[in-house]
C-alpha cells in the first residue's frame, strides 16, 4: 500500500513538472522551489550574456527570464526532458560541446547527482571563456531522490573548494532557505502528489500550499535561520579564471 502510494505521488510530481515546466506558478510549489527563484534566478539575471549553456537543463525553468539577455541558449541533459535540448550526454565529458564557448553556463541541482563532480565542474570550466560566468546550486539538506543517482550533500566550503579547484573564482554564495523550507519542501511534495491529478482538487489545494506552507514558511526561515547552520542549499556566482 504504502509503495503504491509513493508511486502515486513520484507520478503525479512528474505530471506537475510537466504541466509548470516554464510557468512562473512553478516557485510557489514548494519553499524550496521558491528559493531558486528568490535567490538564484536574480543572480543569472544579474551575470547572464552572450552564449549561455544550461548543464543538466531539466524543463528549463529560467529560459524565458534571460532569453532577452543572451545571443544564444543551449542546453545539456543525460535524459532531456525536452525535444529542443541542444546536446544529449553527461556532464562530466562533454566531448560534443567546445571549449571556451560559452560566456554563461548555469548548473541547477546537478552536482548531487554525479559520481565525479570534479570531473563535471573540469568540464565546465572547459566550456566556459575565460572570465565567463557560472551561475550553480548544489543541495545541503535533501532527502534522498531520483535514485541510484544521488550521490553529495554540499557545504558551502565544499562547493567553494570544488569550484576553485575547477579553474573558476566564487565571487558571491548565498545560503537558500533551511530547515524549515526542507520540512516545508517534503510537505507540499506529499500533499500536491496526493491532490495534483484531481481536477476539483488541484486549485484549492494549490492555494493551500501556496499561502499556507510555500510563502509561510520561506518567510520563516529568513528570519529565524540567519547563520545558515542548517542552510537548505546553496547558489553561487563564479567567473572563470585566466590561463
Known sequence: MLSRLQTYVRDSRQSLERDLAASPRKQYFSPAAYGQYAVTLPMLLQVAHGKLIDLGCGNMPFRSYVSGQVTAYDSLDLFPRRPDVTFIGDIQSMPMVPSDKYDTALCLEVLEHVPDPCAATREIARVVKAGGKLVVSVPHLSRLHDEPHDYYRYTRHGLRHLL??????????????????????????????LTWRVPLLRGVAWSINEWGVTRPVWWLDQRLDRTGLFAMGYSAICQKRAP
Do not use: D
Request: charged fraction near 15%.
Open 164 to 193: 576553485e579547484q575547477a579553474g573558476f573564482e566564487v565571487t558571491a554564495l548565498v545560503k537558500r532557505g533551511g530547515l524549515l523550507s526542507f520540512l516545508g519542501h517534503q510537505t507540499s511534495t506529499t500533499w500536491l502528489g
